[in-house]
């Protein structure tokens, strides 16, 4: 069974641009989370989305958003860069049932200059 | 809210040599708890998880880790470090949220150096 995709891989962006993630979860995976990684704040959970519907939110501005479509598959934006929100960014995915382990992609390096 | 510690940052062990990892969890209820690796560059490997039953549980890779409930810790051992063991540990608690759901709440990491 093929894992958790994510593209692009790499993203590098310019101050006030926008830019949109994207995150394949595993087949039968109907919950994916977003978690973003800095050297300074470690792993911050963002959101966790569950049959197109954002279920959780972490405790982050809302220029950071994002959306789930039919086929589970999910999308992360972050609206007006700024130069801390170089980060890598993680995607997770589970059966969205309580405990369930969930199962990270490789995550998406942005930088942000 | 819930919390967890890791509270080396760097651990250097000999390649052969036993290695434990530290973590210590806050939380109200019967925890859900995880290990994972990352190496550099890379997303995050489950090594093993923790949700009820039996306090020893047996990972990939040859690691285990043993559930301790009063002293609210979840030590990540290895009888014989490999060289290729060489990356960061988090240790994770997963909390249940009243809209359903989960969120891992992870601790700082911690950096494994295996000499050879």
Excluded at chain 2, 79 to 87: E, G, I, N, Q, T
Aim: charged share 15%; hydrophobic share 30%.
């Amino acid at each position: 069974k093929a894992g958790v995709t994510q593209t692009p891989r790499y993203l590098i962006k310019t101050r006030g641009q926008q830019v949109t993630l994207s995150c394949s979860p595993i087949s039968g995976h109907r919950s994916v989370s977003w978690y973003q990684q800095t050297p300074g704040q470690g792993l911050q959970f963002l959101f966790e989305y569950f049959s197109e519907t954002q279920r959780n939110k972490g405790n982050f501005p809302g220029r950071f958003s994002g959306r789930q479509f039919s086929n589970s598959r999910s999308e992360m934006n972050v609206s007006t860069l700024e130069l801390g929100d170089s980060a890598l960014y993680l995607c997770a995915s589970s059966l969205g049932l309580a405990g369930e382990t969930q199962y990270f992609g490789p995550g998406t390096r942005l930088t942000v200059l | 809210a819930q919390s967890v510690t890791q509270p080396d940052i760097h651990i250097t062990v000999s390649e052969g040599a036993s290695l434990e990892l530290r973590c210590n969890y806050s939380y109200g209820a019967t925890p859900y708890l995880f290990w994972y690796v990352q190496s550099p560059g890379q997303g995050l490997q489950l090594l093993l998880k923790y949700f009820s039953g039996d306090t020893l549980v047996q990972g990939i890779k040859g690691f285990e880790a043993e559930f301790k409930r009063s002293q609210s810790s979840f030590n990540l051992r290895k009888p014989s470090v490999h060289w290729s063991d060489a990356a960061e540990y988090f240790c994770a608690v997963g909390d249940i949220l009243t809209g359903g759901g989960n969120k891992l709440t992870f601790g700082t990491g911690t950096q494994l150096k295996v000499e050879l």
